[in-house]
């Protein structure tokens, strides 16, 4: 039995398919180019995105989003999971908690130009000694009359090489809320910010994660995000945001995989039978085909809940969940179909050895396993076991 979708759910998730059906043939090209594809190839897809209505899913309608449902965020991410090389992130999907917060003059500056795919951001929160444990950063943003004053070094800023502003996540130097984070936009050619450099990483991306100094980068004061003091509870919700559309991307990941793997078992001959004959292999797809039902129904029903209004604290936790269960799942499906596919299974031409190294930062990022284990424990204390029902 199928999970219930509706016909628009399904219509999104096909359409989402499509797109990633025709990302799929560009990812060994891009693998063997530093993740970059030809800027015709980069706009043809962009162009595709346009057409097939996947633009900005996340964000109101009324300001010229998609107005998807989660569930149907869902679904679009899981089909984007399926394509390695972040090809997929072509769908672009802004700071959906932003348009509650923004000012007049940060919807037009900002948020509506992103929406419209003219603008790109990147958030640079993460510091050398701080990464799990926010609090500990020790970037500065300080009022000086009518601007804020940015000081730090930013460490990971993922896609930092193609945008044209930073979320900048700083402590505050006075005022009320001294010592209190605050969340400020810097346009990225604010002087005083610059790459201090470009550490390689284990994929192969087009998107950088660059380490970036802020030295006395002077914004307006009207490019503070919210209040002074907020800016914890927007890095909050983007990592809730964040935890279950990884959820999802390792979805889509896992059932490439699984379908690869398998087709492959089926084909390939050894001993004279199919290795699809040997109980061995047969065990490892059973076993990923199952992990991936579970991780499927678990992301499915977290992105409902919150669709039907789920206490907050309780999407925190379930979104920790999906994501940790979701994320080691599909670690442990990428292993198994590099084992499958033998020699070839360890050739960068070939899905599962990308994947192989793809998917390990999904345990890494927006919150560690031992982090998401961390809130999901802390919400068994308060809540008991009632967090799952
Ligand atoms: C490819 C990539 C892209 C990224 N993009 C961005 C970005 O765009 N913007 C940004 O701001 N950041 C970004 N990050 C940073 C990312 O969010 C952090 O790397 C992550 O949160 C972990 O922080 P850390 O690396 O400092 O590790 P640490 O926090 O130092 O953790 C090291 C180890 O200690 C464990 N640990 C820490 N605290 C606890 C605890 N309380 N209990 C048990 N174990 C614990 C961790 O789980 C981990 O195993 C990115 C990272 C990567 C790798």
Not at 206 to 225: K, Q, S, T, Y
Not at 247 to 267: K, M
Not at 318 to 323: R, V
Not at 355 to 382: H, M, N, P
Request: glycine share 8%; with cysteine; proline share 4%.
């Amino acid at each position: 039995m199928s999970f219930p979708l509706s016909d628009e759910d399904r219509d999104v998730q096909a359409r989402a398919r499509t797109l990633a059906d025709e990302l799929i043939p560009f990812e060994v090209e891009a693998e063997l180019h530093d993740g970059e594809l030809p800027p015709d190839v980069v706009a043809a897809h962009e162009k595709r995105v346009r057409e097939l209505n996947l633009e900005a899913i996340n964000m109101p309608k009324e300001l010229g989003g998609g107005g998807l449902t989660t569930l149907q965020q869902v679904l679009v991410e899981e089909q984007i999971g399926r394509v390695t090389n972040a090809l997929g992130w072509v769908v672009h999907t802004p700071a959906g908690w932003l348009p509650g917060v923004a000012t007049p003059h940060q919807l037009d500056r900002w948020v509506i130009p992103t929406i419209r795919g003219d603008l790109r951001e990147c958030y640079a929160i993460t510091e050398e000694a701080a990464g799990s444990d926010v609090d500990g950063i020790q970037a500065t943003v300080a009022r000086d009359g009518e601007e804020y004053v940015l000081n730090g070094v930013k460490w990971h800023v993922t896609s930092f090489n193609l945008s044209d502003y930073v979320f900048f996540q700083g402590k505050l130097t006075a005022g009320s809320h001294e010592g209190a984070h605050a969340f400020v936009i810097a346009d990225i050619d604010t002087p005083g910010i610059r790459v201090v450099r470009t550490p390689a990483y284990t994929h192969t991306y087009a998107h950088h994660h660059p380490v970036v100094a802020f030295e006395e980068v002077r914004v307006p004061a009207e490019n503070l995000v919210g209040a002074e003091g907020d800016g914890m509870r927007f890095a909050h919700e983007w990592f809730r945001y964040e935890r279950l559309m990884i959820a999802a991307r390792s979805l889509g990941a896992a059932e490439r995989l699984t379908e690869e793997s398998t087709a492959f078992a089926r084909d390939r001959q050894a001993y004279g039978h199919p290795i699809f004959d040997y109980q061995a292999i047969q065990f490892m797809l059973a076993d990923s085909v199952t992990e991936l039902w579970a991780a499927r129904l678990m992301t499915y029903r977290t992105a409902q809940a919150i669709d039907e209004g789920e206490d907050v604290k309780v999407q925190h936790a379930q979104c920790s969940m999906a994501k940790l269960f979701a994320s080691e799942m599909a670690g442990r499906v990428a292993d198994r179909a590099v084992q499958i596919f033998g020699g070839r299974g360890f050739m960068r031409e070939n899905v599962a050895e990308r994947f192989s190294r793809e998917l390990r930062v999904d345990r890494i990022w927006e919150g560690t396993s031992e982090i998401q284990r961390v809130i999901i424990a802390d919400q068994l204390a308060k809540r008991g076991v009632a967090v799952v029902r």
